[in-house]
């Protein structure tokens, strides 16, 4: 019977875990030990919204449609939303280089900014899942880590075929 109960508990605890970081995220907070991937994943997805509109490539236009989406699970699984977190200085003047390219030369530049996103954020991702403390976050971080390498793999077969 106790046994029961304490399952019980932790279904309903469970059960409560994403609502409370829903609420966290509709109220505008964003948790500093959080912040550095919620910006990164920003970064990934204000780039590749410009790159599936923009780019001329078919694989690229597909991977970017991947990530926004990707990117989008990311954030609300950290009790979030796409954008909260915002820009460093850094990603909004590399976003702004992006903007100004065009053709071909728009396509490898995504490319390679996600593949340098990609391992700033498996970097992020992997100490997070160590010692995060949100355990939805640290959940999504310990399952992100082989995504990002994936993508990472994907990012790569991507560029050669761009000539690189």
């Known amino acids: 019977m106790h046994r029961r ?11 409560v875990l994403p609502f409370a970081s829903l609420a966290q ?9 959080k912040l550095p991937a919620l910006m990164g994943g920003d970064f990934a997805t204000a780039t590749s919204q410009l790159a ?9 236009k597909t991977f970017a449609k991947l990530e926004i989406a990707e990117q989008a699970a990311v954030a609300m699984a950290f009790g979030s939303e796409p954008g909260a977190a915002g820009l460093s200085e850094e990603h909004a ?33 992997q100490q ?14 310990m399952v992100g880590v082989t995504g990002i390498q994936t993508h990472l793999v994907m990012l790569q077969s991507i560029r050669a075929s761009l000539g690189a």
């Open 93 to 125: 003047a590399k976003l702004a280089e992006l903007e100004a390219a065009e053709g071909a030369e728009f396509d490898m530049m995504y490319i390679e900014g996600q593949i340098a996103g990609h391992e700033e954020l498996l970097a992020i991702h």
């Open 25 to 33: 995220a509709q109220s505008g907070q964003v948790d500093q030990a």
């Open 52 to 60: 599936s509109s923009k780019a001329s490539n078919a694989s690229v």
């Open 128 to 141: 997070y899942a160590k010692n995060g403390e949100d355990p939805m976050a640290r959940g999504a971080s």
């Open 5 to 15: 109960s304490l399952i019980a508990g932790s279904a309903a605890t469970l059960a």
